[in-house]
């Protein structure tokens, strides 16, 4: 079973399972209202193959700080672990959406930028989860490309 | 966050009351995140609306406390059992039961159902052809039960202890989850039963796996389970209890035998236990 | 027992030596399957390796590929730590030589569970 979008349950049961297992066993994520918050954080990795897209995560400072500090078990991390710690998350997130859907694609290595990232101008927002933890909230967004035929 | 104080509190001390699992403040988001699917399969707006259901709907009270439980199982758990399973009882059984061809499990208290399908895995690969297995899993829990009929697992959940090779051959992706082969799954049948209250009409088992569940009872309670379990085995069967329950007192109706590191419990029998003949 | 961590991610690579380390392995690590290869060839010899698939310079699939063309190397075990969860890439990175496959993300226990699987671990008893 593949699909052409992930609907926000998967990508909540995809992000828990790595919430889970890398932040900790009680620390599950749970939907949140799309509250506004500033993106100091954001992972990004791309899909490209028969289905192209972009998987992003965006988080506040403190949530990049708390979840890295939980995920590599380090009191205070520096800028460079928050990175290494937001990139992996992503692929986490990026690589387990990328088997849901449709065709053999393949997934790049994450990007991890200060602020937000911009998806490619003809990219369409298919799916946005809202997210919340005890330390606050996050963002995982999902960006398909529309595959135009090949021309020569 | 959506969970209001007061569906909380309600959650909180259902938990302790029925499992003595501590929802204390700050594990909000926890509860919520259990009882959410609940919630959703229940065709609830939202975690309170659920909760308040909960007060009137003893069957949603039941399920709700299996989500608000951590439960936590493996593939194939502690292999040395499945081992003995595969080297030990297996061939014991297909020698003494080559008239019939046909074995009969009972995995009791079979939580979400790993020990069954680890069991269906194994039969899948060693009965012989024409020979036929049935794995009957029972539970107290209906929601587990539903669970094991399900037949899929999470991915954090197919990691523990299922060898890669087993994986790609009995499981297929559903989404997010993975879903056991129709072959197996019609291997294992689900009944709800109670193992401290008599046991309902149940056949004679080859093989029992009663395992890492009679901790949680009273030694008087512990000896009851084990002489009805008894009445419910082959003669010429095997019982297979947790690793820290094998040195349990059992003695009137059960009899230890060592096959490398795992104790098998057979049933004691006032007559000669059939042998196998002409090996 | 020595294990080899081969993941670009200092956070993935930092997470399995913990891991590994409280197991009591001697854990090294390299950041590509290259870097991987070039300290093997140097002299090092893990028992184990845990690879991850998507990696710049070389990949986890072309390291296990190229370990196992090394008859030098045929006791050394292989087992995958990635996201890649396709049935299809399972089974090509087993065909092609890997003994084990995890599938990101997992908890520490599924990493022993694996590691006890394919006795490179006992768990002691509590």
Redesign the interface.
């Known amino acids: 079973m593949t699909v052409e979008a992930p609907e926000l349950w998967d990508v909540l049961s995809i992000a828990g399972e790595v919430w889970t297992s890398f932040i900790g066993p009680d620390e599950p994520l749970v939907p949140a209202g799309e509250e506004a918050f500033p993106v100091a954080w954001s992972g990004a990795v791309s899909v490209t193959g028969d289905w192209s897209g972009m998987v992003v995560v965006e988080m506040p400072e403190h949530c990049a700080v708390a979840a890295t500090s939980r995920m590599l078990m380090i009191d205070e991390p520096s800028q460079a672990d928050v990175s290494d710690a937001v990139g992996e998350l992503v692929n986490m997130v990026g690589g387990n959406v990328k088997c849901l859907l449709f065709g053999e694609n393949s997934l790049s290595l994450p990007v991890v930028a200060l602020g937000r990232v911009t998806p490619p101008g003809d990219a369409v927002e298919v799916c946005r989860a809202d997210l919340q933890w005890s330390e606050g909230p996050l963002r995982i967004t999902v960006h398909s490309v529309a595959q135009s035929g090949v021309t020569s | 966050?959506?969970i209001s104080a007061s569906a909380f509190d309600y959650v909180s001390a259902l938990a302790l009351r029925e499992t003595s699992v501590v929802y204390g403040p700050?594990?909000e988001?926890?509860a919520?995140?259990?009882l959410?699917p609940l919630a959703?399969a229940a065709g609830m707006a939202d975690v309170d609306a659920y909760v308040a259901r909960l007060q009137i709907d003893p069957a949603e009270q039941r399920k709700a406390i299996d989500a608000l439980t951590?439960n936590e199982t493996?593939w194939?758990r502690d292999?040395a059992p499945y081992q003995t399973f595969t080297d030990v009882m297996l061939p014991s059984l297909i020698e003494n039961r080559r008239h019939t061809q046909k074995i009969r499990i009972w995995s009791a208290a079979c939580s979400s159902g790993q020990e069954a399908y680890s069991l269906a895995m194994l039969l899948d690969e060693h009965l012989p052809l024409g020979w036929t297995a049935e794995i009957l899993a029972t539970d107290v829990s209906t929601a587990m039960l539903e669970r094991v009929e399900s037949g899929r697992y999470?991915?954090?959940e197919?990691?523990?202890?299922l060898?890669?090779?087993l994986?790609?051959r009995h499981?297929?992706?559903?989404?997010?989850e993975w879903e056991i082969a129709p072959k197996l799954r019609n291997m294992v049948s689900t009944r709800h039963l109670n193992l401290a209250a008599p046991f309902p009409d149940l056949p004679q088992f080859d093989v029992v796996f009663l395992r890492n569940v009679l901790i949680y009872f009273e030694m008087d309670v512990k000896t009851d389970i084990l002489t009805r379990v008894r009445r419910h085995i082959a003669d010429d069967g095997f019982l297979l209890l947790g690793?820290?329950e094998s040195s349990l007192d059992v003695e009137r109706h059960w009899t230890r035998e060592t096959a490398g590191r795992v104790q098998l419990h057979r049933p004691v029998v006032n007559h000669p236990r059939p042998v196998a003949v002409g090996a | 027992m020595k294990a080899l961590i081969i993941d670009d991610s200092r956070a993935m690579r930092s997470i399995l030596r913990r891991i590994l380390g409280d197991a009591g392995f001697e854990t090294h690590e390299a950041e590509d399957g290259q870097v991987a290869l070039d300290l093997m060839n140097g002299g090092l010899e893990p028992d184990v390796c845990l690879i991850d698939w998507n990696m710049p310079v070389m990949d986890g699939y072309t390291f296990v590929t190229q370990v196992r063309h090394n008859q030098d190397w045929r006791d050394v075990t292989l087992m995958m730590v990635t996201t890649e969860s396709d049935s299809n890439r399972i089974v090509r990175a087993l065909a092609a030589g890997a003994h084990e496959y995890v599938i990101k993300p997992f908890t520490p226990d599924a990493i022993l569970d694996k590691l006890q699987l394919l006795g490179l671990f006992t768990e002691v008893p509590a």
């Open positions: 966050m959506t700050g594990k988001y926890l919520e995140a259990r959410l959703r951590i493996s194939f292999n999470g991915q954090v197919m990691n523990r202890g060898p890669a090779g994986l790609v499981f297929t992706r559903v989404g997010t690793s820290s």
